[in-house]
């Protein structure tokens, strides 16, 4: 079905309207020549010690090697529970090089959680930082692991730095915690042995599986995205066509991203991992994106040409002063995802920085970006912006028929980085894919005459007041511009008059905020419907990985 693309002629000028999804044959052969074409440039700098493209690739290739002498089968699962350090780069690349398949893990889930992923992968191997040994020593019943690789802080920061920065982290900030895997191996034998094996091919193709990548779970037990090779080629390939406006004019030129966002989020990954190897980029490692001093720090020796975040990184950034005192002068594109970017947080940042914040929209099984706005913008558009090239984006109703322009509906979304389907849940896709190819992404949002899409909140997360439909993200973008908020969250809560009433959860800049304050400002600035019914003052709210305020957790605060 072919649907009509008023977006294709809102794209800048000069940026590509389609993209060749057979220019590589896989994810190999896409990383593969990157890493040879710019094998002198530096591809990561952790900790002030920079790793070139040719060592990046000769490890990667030592790792695959490794794997690959252990007598699993193509396609078997290899586990990553790291946060930003130069081996999780590394193993990435090793895991697609051996014709393996990637599981991300987040390193701060508990033995439960590790335990239940490790289970549904069915991952044989896992390559986890002693920072994390303790978790996975307690996990018990995963049958298929065989074999668990153990990576030091220090690994991969050169002989003088390894030793002194591993005994700082074990004894001086205490971060390991007591562990013990007798049959563990370490990361720097592992890469040891593998230089002396021979590395083959694997015979792997555009439809082969690369990574299963869980969603948050924010709303149950996670599923698995299942990319493949072409799924994230054409995800790398469309966001090199959405970042032309911003970066043509010093294309070729050596370029760093600070990469604060966790490489195991799927968002970091692709957009940090896989499109910076890709176009020859540095990134530099934020081992730690709460440790804002060692995030400015790395800001203020390196120039930052790219900064992806999310808005709840961007705002406490702003809240730093040291923040405001960093030279912004290099500064190409700096974009969120991964949540809603707040307007306040938008206007704060461009009067600091000169530059506007660009916001895009993705989820998991997308690769994940699905929309972006143009990257030469000057101002903050308050949109999710346009569908990629190659993207098709339908907003419909519960009938699944389409609706007008700037009419509520579902996004349905129709792409090259759309998965194959989920892990061991073919009834969950089944229920989310429709016939005609296109993905229910569970969002509610509006298209209008331009083809821009704003988003408006999550199909689950909608209440319904006396019959009204309100948006949680609406009431929190309204609270969000008090001045005395710091950060906020509405969730719907029962009531026997309205069905349903909306708690608010605030996070006070100081202790001057009082509730009738906040009942004044949304009875003036919300329908009385959307004012919320509690207020719960906090000093803290409940959040992912990265960043985004964890609304099912709230419900279970008293």
Request: proline share 6%; glycine share 8%; with cysteine.
């Amino acid at each position: 079905m072919n649907i009509p693309q008023p977006w294709r002629t809102s794209y800048p000028e000069g940026m590509p309207v389609e993209i060749d999804l057979n220019a590589y044959s896989s994810l190999n052969d896409l990383l593969g020549q990157a890493c040879k074409k710019h094998a002198d440039r530096v591809a990561c700098i952790a900790l002030g010690v920079p790793m070139t493209f040719r060592e990046l690739d000769s490890n990667a290739r030592a790792f695959a090697a490794w794997l690959q002498s252990l007598n699993l089968s193509e396609g078997s699962r290899v586990a990553l529970m790291m946060p930003n350090v130069p081996a999780y780069l590394v193993a990435l690349l090793g895991v697609l090089k051996s014709g393996m398949v990637l599981v991300n893990i987040n390193p701060m889930f508990t033995p439960r959680e590790l335990q239940g992923q490790l289970q549904d992968s069915g991952a044989q191997v896992i390559v986890v930082l002693e920072n994390f040994a303790h978790t996975l020593e307690q996990v018990q019943g995963c049958d298929a692991l065989l074999h668990r690789v153990v990576v030091s802080p220090g690994d991969m920061l050169g002989r003088f730095k390894r030793p002194l920065v591993n005994w700082v982290v074990r004894h001086v900030k205490k971060m390991v915690p007591r562990w013990r895997l007798p049959d563990a191996r370490h990361w720097r034998d592992v890469l040891r042995l593998g230089q002396g094996l021979d590395w083959h091919q694997p015979a792997i193709d555009s439809n082969s599986l690369a990574a299963l990548q869980y969603t948050g779970g924010t709303t149950g037990v996670p599923k698995a995205a299942m990319l493949t090779h072409g799924n994230l080629v054409a995800n790398v390939l469309q966001i090199e066509a959405i970042a032309w406006p911003a970066l043509h004019t010093v294309k070729g030129k050596p370029l760093n991203m600070l990469t604060a966002l966790p490489l195991y989020h799927v968002f970091a990954m692709t957009v940090c991992g896989l499109y910076g190897i890709y176009a020859g980029m540095t990134n530099l490692l934020v081992m730690n994106p709460r440790d804002r001093p060692d995030l400015i720090k790395i800001w203020r020796r390196h120039s930052v040409h790219i900064f992806p975040g999310v808005n709840t990184l961007f705002k406490v950034l702003l809240q730093e002063p040291s923040f405001h005192q960093l030279d912004f002068s290099s500064l190409r594109l700096a974009f969120g995802g991964g949540m809603a970017l707040q307007s306040a947080v938008a206007k704060q940042w461009f009067e600091l920085t000169g530059h506007p914040l660009i916001e895009g929209y993705g989820l998991s099984e997308a690769s994940p970006v699905v929309t972006a706005n143009p990257t030469n913008a000057t101002t903050f558009s308050g949109s999710i912006g346009l569908p990629l090239p190659e993207t098709e984006v339908l907003i419909v109703r519960e009938d699944g028929q389409s609706v007008a322009f700037k009419e509520h509906g579902q996004i349905a979304v129709r792409g090259p980085q759309v998965m194959r389907g989920y892990w061991n849940a073919t009834k969950e896709m089944s229920a989310a894919l429709r016939e005609d190819g296109f993905f229910l992404t569970g969002d509610v949002g509006w298209m209008d005459e331009r083809g821009y899409i704003f988003l408006v909140d999550r199909l689950k997360d909608i209440v319904i007041v006396s019959g009204f439909n309100v948006y949680p993200s609406e009431v929190e973008a309204v609270v969000a511009n008090h001045p005395a908020v710091l950060e906020c969250a509405v969730i719907g809560v029962p009531d026997e008059n309205t069905g349903e009433a909306l708690q608010l959860f605030v996070v006070p800049k100081d202790d001057s905020l009082t509730h009738d304050q906040l009942k004044d400002w949304c009875a003036r600035n919300l329908a009385r419907y959307k004012c919320p019914r509690s207020i719960v003052f906090r000093p803290e709210l409940p959040k992912s990985t990265i960043g985004k305020v964890l609304r099912r957790a709230l419900k279970t605060i008293e």
